[in-house]
């Protein structure tokens, strides 16, 4: 019995050595990418064997059927357009590669999926956990892509993973235990192609056949992108597109729950004043010098997040960490009418007094809803507007000290690192707050 154990066993390891190799119908693309020295080495690379994951409940859809709202186009004029259940997405000659991306940039462990039907064949892609930066003509975005490289080629890598402006190849299929997901893709009708993110860990499948097996550590969090190639010709549309975020954060709490404000009091700890209102979930600050609002609750390391609009004219704020009036400011303001709009950090977005949201950041009118983040956890300070994160600073670093001794609060000792309430800053003008939510980190 032992012999056939070990007969057993021998067969399994050279079955998985076998597996390891590059197949004979890719040898030709070993001299074709010797020099991108990032793809993983046949003999390192992890083989995915794991089943597709269920793709039946707890995901969220990526497209709302109608436009192309919560997306933005990056990196050429390639173009993209809402098309019924799909997003249509077509070359344009001479237009360099485009992504189609998410406004939200901030997406960690996930399984993504979406169809792709090539209408006419050229190459295309998901980015996932992507960057961008600025390039000489348009925005570069850069990071993993899951290949979907339609039919001009044989050589059917469609499920591997490319360093799009990073490099290259990270995990081509070019193994014999890729043989099934190279033979994946059909021509002439939907495709399904699957990622699964978790760490360093990202697995890929192509209708349901496992593909890409890759452990990385250098792209953790970033923004889905659709990508059209450049070329001469191209077209596909993507339906069913899709995500699940897969964490294990404490929910969010909405600090308006209660339809009231009895997890609210004023700064002296005495209940709301009348000029501060709830009407069908929506916080309105009008009247005549209500005062500022805090809660009940102290916070230190949290994600809140908030939709805000702001009066013509108009200034607000919600501070946090703070202690009395003073605190971390998230400022609230119309940049085009409201006379502090010439100091950089009294914008809107900005982190009033210590860093410039950015003048390019994308800041609704007056009257209409902004979405808005705030990140502190330890001494890392985030704050995010319709999607952009729009400030980052490190508390305590050189870049901190530096521009603290430059504000107004140089003189509050542990000004930044206070345990404090969530404050909703009255300004004497009217200020509208809605789907206010927090959660603990």
Known sequence: MKYITLIAACCATLSLAHANQVSQSQQKYISVYKKQTQKVAPEAALINTEAEPDLSDGFTSLYNGKNLDGWTPRGGTCNFKASGESILGACVKGSPSTYLSTNREDYTDFIFTAEIKWIVDGNSGIMFRAKRKPGKRFETVFGPQCEMEGFATDRGWSGGIYGQSAGGWRYPLWLDAHEQARAALKQGTWNRVTIKAVGKSVKTWVNGIPAANWDNDEYLKGFFSLQVHSGKKGSMSFRNIKVKELNTKAPFKDLFASGDFSSWTDLNGDPVARGWSIEKGVVHRSGQLPGDIITRRHYKNFELRFNWKIS???????????????????????????????????????????????????????????????????????????????????????????????????????????TGPILLQDHNDEVWYRNVQIREL
């Not at 600073?393 to 901190?400: L, V």
């Open 312 to 418: 013509v004219a108009g200034n607000s704020g919600v501070k946090y960490r703070t202690k009395g009036k003073l605190g971390l400011e998230y400022q609230i303001l119309d940049d085009a009418e409201h006379h502090d709009r010439t100091n950089p950090t009294h914008r809107a977005g900005s982190l009033y007094e210590i860093c410039a949201a950015p003048n390019d950041k994308p800041l609704k009118a007056p009257g209409e809803w902004n979405h808005s983040r705030i990140l502190v956890n330890g001494n890392t300070i985030q704050h995010w507007l319709n999607g952009q994160q729009v400030v980052e600073i490190e508390y305590g670093s050189n870049d901190w000290k530096q521009r603290f001794q430059k504000s107004k609060y140089n003189k509050h000792i542990g000004f930044g690192s206070w």
